[in-house]
């Protein structure tokens, strides 16, 4: 009747709950709720347990009391007042799995989304070290002493399970953070990587609701999480070492496609030098690429956050950028392709869900699993017969 259930960084045994508690209840389960369920205090495990026993209308209301939430319309007042603290709530709310919040979040966001789309959106990546919080931190104090309001957001698909590294960051970037024009948000941290992007891209929505104007995506990694952040911003900012290979750096040839703008960093001291020739080497690479859908040929520039050399400089150029894609026609088409990328991610992830998340495919797949793998199985006539299974029953 009772099972154990043990969070991830729980150091204790655990916690016994009845075995039929939804998974994404449990982590909310605290011992009034249980007390709720079983009715009272006295409630002895293993009596008068039974899933009819739950009333499901209690359970949302009573998460609901205990999250305090509140009805999408005050929430959407709030975020267009720039409440940050009923912003902070509604990100949680899009970060989380419980369909209750799910529903409000959806609604939030629905409200929103006519308020959205105003501000500039930045992509900046580079490999961990290459100097992507303290350029923020400069670039970014900068602007919002000139009364711009900046959302900093990260995607660090490497942090999912320390939950979020931007939240060290967050000391490296001390003066942003006590900026009250600041908002800094740390990577949601579960998920796979198209769920977490996904939640990433509807922040920046509530966030340009809320009257951000400026928005920085922050993401470290080698591949897909720059396709996921290239999806959802205007301006891609890609920071590299000098003197490092681009092997060493770990960067993909489409990466390096994918930016309009290549900052060579801490270019000082020791390192002007290098800095220089890396200049000279990414311009020459440059010139072998295609020119971009876009029409705007990539700068490559160097810049110090130490000597704070060439950071306001970024800004002038990201503001070219937008000028000059907003002349051709080409802001706007990104846009709707964006749109339409999400929407498909979106579709995607749903239908990933929902199959995975079935009981029957479940125990079919690690059924076949091992068959599979120990060439009982065909791989190919395996997954035919799961989906046909799944899809016509
Ligand atoms: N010399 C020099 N060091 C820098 C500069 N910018 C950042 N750093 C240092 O590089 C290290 C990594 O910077 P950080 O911003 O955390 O990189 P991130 O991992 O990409 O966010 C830190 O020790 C910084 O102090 C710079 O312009 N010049
Ligand atoms: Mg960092």
Redesign the pocket.
């Known amino acids: 009747m009772w099972n154990r259930h043990k969070k991830e960084n729980d150091k204790g045994k655990g916690r016994l709950l009845p075995f039929f508690l939804p998974e994404e209840i449990i982590t909310f389960v605290t011992e009034p709720y249980l007390n709720l369920v079983v009715g009272g205090k006295k409630g002895k495990p293993g009596e008068r347990l039974s899933v009819e026993g739950i009333n499901p209308e209690a359970v949302e209301n009573f998460i609901r009391k205990k999250k305090k939430l509140y009805s999408p319309e005050k929430y959407i007042r709030g975020i267009r007042n720039g409440d940050i603290t009923l912003l902070s709530q509604a990100i949680t709310l899009l970060e989380s799995s419980l369909p209750v919040h799910q529903e409000l979040a959806g609604n939030i966001l629905a409200g929103c989304l006519p308020y959205a789309g105003k501000s500039i959106r930045v992509g900046i990546t580079?490999v961990?070290?290459?100097?992507?919080?303290?350029?923020i931190e400069s670039l970014g104090v900068q602007l919002t002493e000139n009364g711009k309001k900046l959302a900093v957001l990260a995607i660090d698909p490497s942090s999912q399970k320390s939950g979020g590294s931007i939240l060290g960051?967050k000391t490296?970037m001390e003066r942003l953070a006590a900026s009250t024009s600041a908002f800094i948000r740390p990577s949601p941290s579960a998920g796979t990587l198209g769920g977490v992007a996904s939640k990433t891209r509807e922040t920046i929505l509530l966030c340009e609701a809320a009257g951000f104007d400026v928005i920085f995506v922050e993401t470290?990694g080698v591949g897909q999480s720059e396709i996921a952040v290239h999806s959802m911003v205007d301006f891609f900012l890609l920071?590299m070492l000098a003197g490092a290979g681009d092997e060493i750096q770990g960067m993909k040839r489409g990466i390096i496609e994918m930016a309009d703008m290549i900052l060579i960093?801490?270019a000082?001291?020791d390192?002007l030098e290098a800095a220089g020739k890396a200049v000279r080497e990414y311009k020459a690479s440059l010139h072998l690429f295609p020119v971009p859908a876009s029409g705007w040929l990539p700068r490559v520039k160097t810049?110090?956050?130490?000597?704070n050399r060439g950071v306001g400089e970024v800004w002038e150029e990201i503001l070219d950028y937008i000028a000059f894609t907003k002349s051709n026609g080409y802001f706007e088409k990104k846009r709707k392709q964006q749109a339409r990328y999400w929407f498909y991610e979106t579709l995607n992830n749903g239908l990933k869900q929902h199959f995975y998340g079935d009981e029957k495919v479940k125990k079919k797949i690690s059924e076949m699993e091992n068959a599979v793998m120990e060439k009982e199985e065909d791989p190919y006539k395996a997954a035919r017969d799961i989906l046909t299974d799944y899809f016509v029953g």
């Open positions: 580079g961990p070290g290459v100097g992507k919080s303290s350029f960051d490296r470290v920071l960093t801490k000082d001291g390192n810049c110090s956050v130490l000597e």
